[in-house]
């Protein structure tokens, strides 16, 4: 978590626009996972843009604006979390919210 958080706060010193994600929870110890997620939803509340690679299905849900939903490398289903875990258009995005969600 500690390496997260250096991370998060070194690429904020360069006051960038969007911050970018890849999967920043996968390497954690499950009790460090919540500090991560924690500091980056502060980030949400303050307005920062943000792109997240996640498989943190709860987080994803309250904090994002779109889901962006990929398979095989490709977006295949784009939109509100509320129609993405909710009413998705797709059957492999449902199929894959109903065994995380």
Known sequence: GQQQRVAIARALAMKPKVLL??????ALDPELVGEVLDVMRSLADEGLTMMVV???MSFAREVCN?????????IVELGAPSEIF?????????S????VH
């Open 21 to 26: 994600f890849d999967e920043p929870t996968s």
């Open 54 to 56: 996640t498989h943190e």
């Open 66 to 74: 779109r889901i962006a939903f990929m398979q095989a490398g490709r």
């Open 86 to 94: 909710n009413s998705a258009a797709f059957e492999r995005t449902r």
């Open 96 to 99: 894959f919210m109903a065994k």
